[in-house]
T-cell receptor, first 114, second 113 residues
């Protein structure tokens, strides 16, 4: 069974600063994918970034990047130059082909302040 | 370019009533799924489908039925609503089996009184 753990229920960061959200996961599969989703107050689930487990290079998408530590089963999200629009709930999720589903963590609520 | 369309956006039901949450996607995705989101618990999988005519249970399937007669549509049926089914429901779709990431609908907030 897959599990995803987000140990930070809430975080706060000032505008223009950098923040890192933590995520650990557990899976017995060798082929899996990891994701970060953003859920703003509008409730829409938005894919932020995707990491393929067999790729050692950390994924980046503009101001968003990950630190993927496969041996430690850690998958943290770094947001650089934080903006007010980054205020949202962030979910870490894992997917394996054999399970055919996304397993989500419980989320981290990020507040960006002036 | 609608993506995943869910209806309705809000619904209030009385205990024991039945209803169907609609989900349609126009991206020709094989994979569709239903999740529920409850405070402090993330999103949990209810049912999923890997193609027309094929459905399977997720981790919280009790009280819900699904069918997949076409690639585009994947309705979720509540046969006899209970207060424990008060939640936000999301439909999601993906090409392949989900390794590219899912596209989510905008969600349905359901309250059972």
């Amino acid at each position: 069974a897959q599990t995803v753990t987000q140990s930070q229920p809430e975080m706060s960061v000032q505008e223009a600063e950098t923040v890192t959200l933590s995520c650990t996961y557990d899976t017995s599969e060798s082929n899996y994918y990891l994701f970060w989703y953003k859920q703003p107050p509008s409730r829409q689930m938005i894919l932020v970034i995707r990491q393929e487990a067999y790729k050692q290079q950390n994924a980046t998408e503009n101001r968003f990047s990950v630190n993927f530590q496969k041996a430690a089963k850690s998958f943290s999200l770094k947001i650089s130059d934080s903006q007010l629009g980054d205020t949202a709930m962030y979910f870490c999720a894992s997917h394996t082909g054999t399970a055919s589903k996304l397993t989500f963590g419980t989320g981290t609520r990020l507040q960006v302040t002036l | 370019n609608a993506g995943v369309t869910q209806t309705p956006k809000f619904q209030v039901l009385k205990t024991g009533q039945s209803m169907t949450l609609q989900c349609a996607q126009d991206m020709n995705h094989e994979y569709m799924s239903w999740y529920r989101q409850d405070p402090g618990m993330g999103l949990r999988l209810i049912h999923y489908s890997v193609g027309a005519g094929i459905t399977d249970q997720g981790e919280v399937p009790n009280g819900y039925n699904v069918s997949r007669s076409t690639t585009e549509d994947f309705p979720l049926r509540l046969l006899s609503a209970a207060p424990s089914q008060t939640s936000v429901y999301f439909c999601a779709s993906s090409r392949g089996q989900g390794s590219y990431g899912y596209t989510f609908g905008s969600g349905t907030r359901l309250t059972v009184v």
